[in-house]
């Protein structure tokens, strides 16, 4: 063994003070993610290694599980249901990969306190970090789907605009934000209300037909809710900017030709400016910076009631 | 003087629900949230932890010995109060309990590492040592979840005291493995001791307290009842013990019994040794009981309670001593509780209990593992 090196041993005066008290300020909160954050970092690994560990395809199913689902989808919106979309397998994986992100966050971290509740009994550590773990690990199942998402362009001989992909990084900014902030109101209301775990297993469903995945923004809601003047209505879902800005990105086309009879155009995604996309996602951005403040500040009075309520 | 730990007029409310109202049915149908009542688990404790100071917590089951470590590790908030820690701080709360359990014991040194605050790096440098300590050698890249629970808490332990914290937090966690750990874990938070660390210790022998602190905190019912040398504060603690008379619920008349005393005064008896006691009985009515006596280790494991068939005294209405004689404690060194029953000798009803009606510390030397010391002789023919 070696020994303790004498230079280890911080003078009193020197150390940190750290204060365990009822109430913690949004900074400080903030400060003490930040110091955990390589806990975040093993958190997310342990996340993605443990869900795998057993099986023989391991991290390869967080590729195969999406490819199966799109193709489903595919099946029943696509070829039974005939949308009409062309090029419907890119159209759907635009949507798809910016939704899998959202349920693969939402689900797990609305159980996640509950489930870790050993530790949480037993370890103090910022209890953000394990809602803010699933937010790591499903971005770790995005960048793997994105890799599936090219492999499909490439067979399908498609390529995103090139000159909009900066656009990708700033979208997902704002899903993160907005979905990580949801998460981590969820898994602290989930230990004290048990049903939230159900409600939010329903919801999703409603959520996904709420957000333009299976079908076209421009072709089946936008002509219904525009005279109404009640576009905005649809925007509440904080999923359908990033949805809407993914099948500009990677869709690329905006008209298309039809291949039902009478119609000779069709439009499949909104005919918007760079601009316009870009006020959007910054819009998501800050909405989602208030329910991020909102959230933390819910989060830290819940807290401190975890262990004895788990 | 600057002080490692603060704790600052620390209060908790615990809030007990008869009914568990977490379904959205229950709060639904019942807005008012259902019958519950508060408990105050602490109320204004504050005491300090000077730097390389080794101070004990005292304190009988549901004392809040629990809730006031929990609250300094900070996985409980306090309702009112704050404690104010100078310095990193290691926990041994429960060992290995930031373990994933489908991961290597490698894996799991980084992430419990992590979870008491340290960085890749310095956890990185600490592993071989860690590895060494925990005695694992090539298990150390296995799944835990194979690990035997030995295995587990020695990995648990080895992680927890090789974080090199400025101040250390037990709880009662220094009997796990075998001797030879044991002693180990004891060398080593003596060297943590020696090297100016603030350790928090909290145990239910009064012993083990007495050998490694300087001074104690005796808690009851949340509230701090004495603060000082740990003579002083052991000597508290036992009169707490000993004022815990309990009734029991019977319909029929009742008996109490009240603090055991001895003859000498003292409680100590060394292994092997004869125990005497007196115990004041105050009784309802006259008649036939059997004395049950129960004896359990430090550790709270019922390790003796006489048959019912033994003990038959009768009672007679009012105040009457009551001579308890063991013949023999074998146990080991260590602080171990007696607990006295009446049973009405016809229907077998208690009509009397008092837990833990005396603390007796086992003295001597013994270097036998287990419970009790075995009259053990092996020759060849």
Known sequence: MSEVTPSSRRPIEDRPVRVVSARLGFLQQIRSIWRSRELLNYMVVSDVKVKYKESALGIVWSMVAPALTLVIYYLVFGALLKNGIPHFVIFLFSGLIVWNFVTNVVIPSTSVVVDRQAIVKKVAFPREILALSTVGAGLVYFVMQLVVFAIFMAIFRTAPQWSLLWLVPVALLGLVIIIGSIGLLLSALNVFLRDIKHLVEVFMQLWFYLTPIVYSYSRQVEPSLVHHGLSWLYFLNPVAPAVLTFQRIFYVHEYVQATTPGHAVLQVIPHWSTMHYLEMNLAVIGVGLVIFAVTMKIFGRLQGNFAQEL | ?381
């Open chain 2, 1 to 381: 003087m600057l002080n490692a730990i603060e704790v600052d007029e620390v209060s908790k409310t615990f809030r007990i629900h008869h009914e568990r109202h977490s379904s959205l049915k229950e709060r639904l149908l019942r807005p008012g949230g259902g019958s519950h009542s508060d408990f105050e688990a602490l109320r204004a404790v504050s005491f300090n932890v000077g730097p390389a100071e080794t101070v004990g917590i005292l304190g009988r089951n549901g004392s809040g010995k629990s809730t006031i470590l929990k609250t300094i590790c900070g996985v409980l908030q306090p309702s009112s109060g704050e404690v104010r820690l100078r310095g990193t701080l290691a926990a041994l709360l429960e060992l290995g309990a930031g373990f994933q359990p489908e991961l290597s014991g490698r894996d799991n040194i980084y992430l419990s590492g992590s979870m008491l605050g340290l960085s890749k790096r310095t956890i990185r440098g600490l592993f071989d040592e860690i590895v060494e300590f925990s005695e694992l050698g090539d298990f150390i890249d296995t799944p835990v979840k194979f690990y035997s629970s030995g295995m587990y808490v020695r990995l648990g332990f080895a992680v927890a005291v090789n974080v090199d914290p400025d101040i250390l937090v037990v709880d009662e966690v220094l009997a796990v493995g075998d001797e030879k750990f044991q002693a180990k874990c004891m060398a080593r938070i003596s060297r943590l001791q020696n090297d100016g660390r603030s350790i928090l210790l909290v145990s239910h022998s009064a012993a083990q307290v007495q050998t490694l602190c300087s001074r104690a905190v005796v808690l009851d019912h949340g509230s701090v009842i004495a603060d000082g040398a740990v003579g002083t504060s052991i000597d508290a603690f036992r009169s707490v013990l000993h004022a815990d008379t309990r009734e029991v619920d019977s319909a029929g008349p009742r008996a109490r019994v009240e603090a055991v005393t001895t003859e000498s005064g003292r409680f100590d008896v060394v292994m092997g040794g004869a125990w005497r006691g007196i115990a004041r009985v105050h009784s309802e009515f006259a008649g036939d009981v059997r004395v049950v006596a129960a004896i359990r280790s430090p550790r709270n494991e019922l390790l003796s309670a006489t048959p019912i068939s033994q003990g038959l005294v009768s009672l007679r209405p009012g105040v009457q001593d009551l001579s308890l004689q063991i013949a023999r404690l074998p146990f080991l060194p260590g602080t171990y509780t007696l607990s006295i029953s009446l049973r009405d000798a016809d229907s077998g009803d208690s009509v009397a209990h008092v837990e833990q009606a005396a603390i007796i510390e086992i003295t001597g030397e013994s270097s036998s593992d287990g419970v009790f010391e075995l009259d053990f002789d092996a020759k060849i023919l």
